[in-house]
Structure formats: C-alpha cells, structure tokens
C-alpha cells in the first residue's frame, strides 16, 4: 500500500510553546489529508479535512487559531499546535487520501506538553 | 446521534471462535466504507474495504446493507493475533472535499 510518513513520532514541550507535526505522503499525491486526534482509549477524532486547493475545512470545536493546518503541497501538510498546553498532550495522526481509494495513515505523534 | 455507532465491546472470546462486529452509520449519502484494525498506540491499517455485493478476505468477511445503513465485519477461527480494535470508517463526499468518519472501534481480545 501507499505510504505516508509523520514526522515526529513523539514530542514533548513546555506549556506555551509550539509545536509542528508534518505528514507526507511518499509514494502519491495526496488530494486529501485528515488530521486527528486521539486521547487514551478514545477514537479518533476528526480534527480538520485539507483538500487540494481549498482551505482546511475545521470541524466544530476544533480552535482554528490553535491548531494551523497547512496543505503546502500534494505531498505534504502540516499540524501547529500554537502556545500548547498540557490539555493538547494527545497522539495526532494524519492520514492521507489519493483518489478513489482508502486513506493511509501516518504513524502518529505523540505530544505530550509539560 | 453519532455519524458512525459501534459497540465498544470489548468481546473477549478463546482461540478458535467465530465473531461478529457490527456498525450503523446515520447519513444515507455516505459512499464508501471500510474496516480498519488498530493496536494500541499505533496508527490505523486498513483491514479491508466493504462492498455492497459482500467481500471476503481469508478468515475476515465484510458486508454492506445501505437499505439499513448497517455494516459488519466476522471474523472465523479468531487468532491471538486478531487482538485489536477494529474501526468501523465511513467515507462521504461534502462540500468541503472528502470526510472520513470513525467510529468509536469495537476492542477484540482473543484468548487461549
């Protein structure tokens, strides 16, 4: 299957600080990528939908100020968790869709913010 | 109501046994839909997609009602190794692109 590579796998930060997560994907290009979130024993939660050409599209709840996605290119995007907090300690993993097929997921980033 | 429902479970069953997993989604225009399996902490890997005709992938069967917006994954002769939980995920089209939903997974433990 198609890869896609997430960079880092795990992180720790002060609280206030920032963090960027990158997701690429290797071996395609990604018309869309999704971003999630996933706290322990929970499911993922969709966080923000980035499609070619277009602005991420957030989903309700999600603080856009907060959480900056950038779809720089068809290979990759980017999570900036801004002035982090120990709340936003979670494992994000971005997933990355060609066309007509299933997504491929990166392989997550654990943030963990002290 | 969510967009995807699962039971939690967890189903604990021993070696050997036959087990069900099923999914209702709530929006009819949903067009495509997948089972994933996830360790813990790991990332999500597809299992298999669901085709309305019914598909089978060795011990792994999915089928698709879109009458009754219900999905199902069994799994025969359960191994140690299916010990996951396995994501139901529902793809539709919006006007803003693509949305991929999951469901809240459904955790399998297989036992000796």
């Known amino acids: 299957g198609a890869v896609v590579s997430q960079h880092p796998s795990r992180v720790i930060c002060k609280s206030g600080t920032s963090v960027k997560i990158e997701c690429r994907s290797l071996?395609?290009?990604?018309?869309?990528m999704f971003w999630y979130r996933q706290f322990p024993k929970q499911s993922l939660m969709l966080m923000a939908t980035?499609?070619?050409?277009?602005?991420?599209?957030?989903e309700q709840g999600v603080e856009k100020d907060k959480f900056l996605i950038n779809h720089a290119s068809l290979t990759l995007s980017t999570l900036t968790v801004t002035s982090a907090h120990p709340e936003d300690s979670s494992f994000y993993i971005c997933?990355?869709?060609?066309?007509?097929?299933?997504?491929?997921f990166g392989q997550g980033t654990r943030l963990t913010v002290v | 109501r969510k967009e995807v429902e699962q039971d939690p479970g967890p189903f604990n069953v021993p070696e050997g046994a036959t087990v069900a997993f099923n999914c209702t989604y709530s929006?009819?225009?949903?067009?495509?839909f997948f089972w994933y399996r996830q360790d813990c902490r790991k990332e999500p890997k597809l299992l298999m997609s669901?085709?309305?005709s019914g598909n089978e992938d060795g011990r792994f069967t999915a089928q698709l009602n879109r009458a009754s917006q219900y999905i199902s994954l069994l799994i025969r002769d359960s191994k140690l190794s299916d010990s996951a939980t396995y994501l139901c995920v529902v793809l539709r089209l919006t006007g803003g692109g693509n949305k991929l939903t999951f469901g809240t997974g459904t955790q399998l433990k297989v036992e000796l």
């Open positions: 929006n009819s225009a949903s067009q495509s």
């Open positions: 071996d395609f290009q990604a018309t869309t």
């Open positions: 997933s990355a869709k060609p066309t007509n097929t299933e997504a491929f």
């Open positions: 669901v085709y309305s």
């Open positions: 980035s499609n070619e050409g277009s602005k991420a599209t957030y």
